[in-house]
Nanobody, 117 residues
Framework: VQLQASGGGLVQTGGSLRLSCAAS????????MSWYRQAPGKQRELVAR??????NYVESVKDRFTFSADNAKNMMYLQMNNLIPEDTAVYYC?????????????RGRGTQVTVSS
């Protein structure tokens, strides 16, 4: 299974980016879809997660970031608005599937987001 994240870049404070993640397996059958980020010198942080019909966001991105997914295309997205320098990080998509009695989790290569002040 492969996950490919894209859409990162350099933006100014207040700008927007839309991250995309393409999955090689049906995301409709997944248990959870998530976006994580990791800033230099910091621990990885869960940004947004969709599971059991519910989307949860880390407090710092609420009302600015929006998670979405297109099951038909096996794509998940993270719309990021009103970006601030603190959002600078490498962003990763992560998907978890339960296959029989086994849980499988995959993380794509990250995409760099840099927000200049």
């Amino acid at each position: 299974v492969q996950l490919q994240a894209s859409g990162g870049g350099l933006v100014q404070t207040g700008g927007s980016l839309r991250l995309s993640c393409a999955a090689s397996r049906s995301i409709f059958s997944s248990d959870a879809m998530s976006w994580y980020r990791q800033a230099p010198g910091k621990q990885r942080e869960l940004v947004a997660r969709f599971s059991s019909g519910t989307i949860n966001y880390v407090e710092s991105v609420k009302d600015r970031f929006t998670f979405s997914a297109d099951n038909a295309k096996n794509m998940m997205y993270l719309q990021m608005n009103n970006l601030i320098p603190e959002d600078t990080a490498v962003y990763y998509c992560h998907v978890r599937w339960t296959v029989g009695l086994r849980t499988e989790e995959y993380r794509g290569r990250g995409t760099q987001v840099t927000v200049s002040s």
